[in-house]
């Protein structure tokens, strides 16, 4: 399978533990995206890397987010002390460079903090 | 800046009629503009896109959409629905780095 790929697909974690998830692009998409969905809500932006470059955060993405992508490949999303309010569907994506080409979608990582 | 405003959060039509949903965005820079279809418990898939090019675009599945700068509109449409067609559907806005999505729009189809 060449398609995006996230691990893991189902995350409950206790309040105030921390968690990661990993995201593996395409192999040639050097663009590479995070996206939050809740229930019945479209995917928000939370950031975007061109290669080993994070070039933008939203501001949805606090202080207990951080993300890497190390040598440009793989992508982590981690959540730091994690609240209720984080329970959501993660979501990873990735294009190729060309401006305004579509991007591919990972079956997403849903993280229920109870 | 930019963003999507998807005018129906539902739309329910019985198998076999048209469909319509609706798409107006705000972008500062010619955008690109895509469809998205969401089927329960599986990923986002691309149904078509907008990139300058011929305002009417085909997508899979039978789907087409009408860019219209005039309206700042990118209508999503089918001439005849399925029931397979029942899912969520997203319009998103893009011109650059960033994938603005709208909240989107639950088709149900009715037999």
């Known amino acids: 399978d060449t398609g995006v790929s996230q691990d893991p697909r189902h995350k409950i974690t206790k309040r105030g533990q921390n968690v990661t998830f990993r995201c593996d692009p395409i192999?040639?998409?050097?663009?590479l995206y995070w996206y939050r969905q809740t229930l019945g809500q479209g995917p928000e932006f939370l950031t975007y890397?061109?290669?080993?470059?994070?070039?933008?955060k939203s501001r949805l993405l606090s202080d207990r987010f951080s993300a890497e992508r190390p040598k440009g490949s793989f992508s982590t999303l981690e959540i730091q002390r994690t609240e209720q309010g984080d329970s959501a569907m993660y979501l990873c994506?990735?294009?190729?460079?060309?401006?305004?080409?579509?991007?591919?979608f990972g079956q997403g990582t849903r993280l229920t903090v109870v | 800046a930019q963003s999507v405003t998807q005018l129906d959060s539902h739309v329910s039509v019985s198998e076999g009629t048209p469909v319509l949903l609706r798409c107006n965005y705000s972008?500062?820079?010619?955008?690109?503009l895509f469809w998205y279809v969401q089927h329960p418990n599986k990923g986002l898939q691309l149904l078509l896109k907008?990139?300058?090019?011929?305002?009417l675009v085909k997508g899979i599945n039978g789907f087409e959409a009408e860019f219209k700068k005039s309206e700042t509109s990118f209508h999503l449409t089918k001439p005849s629905a399925h029931m397979s067609d029942a899912a969520e559907y997203f319009c998103?806005?893009?011109?650059?780095?960033?994938?603005?999505f709208g909240a989107g729009t639950r088709l149900t189809v009715k037999p």
């Open positions: 994506a990735s294009s190729l460079r060309q401006t305004n080409t579509e991007a591919f």
């Open positions: 890397f061109q290669n080993e470059a994070q070039l933008e």
């Open positions: 998103v806005v893009s011109s650059g780095n960033d994938m603005r």
């Open positions: 192999s040639e998409h050097n663009r």
């Open positions: 907008y990139t300058s090019a011929a305002t």
């Open positions: 972008s500062s820079y010619s955008p690109s």
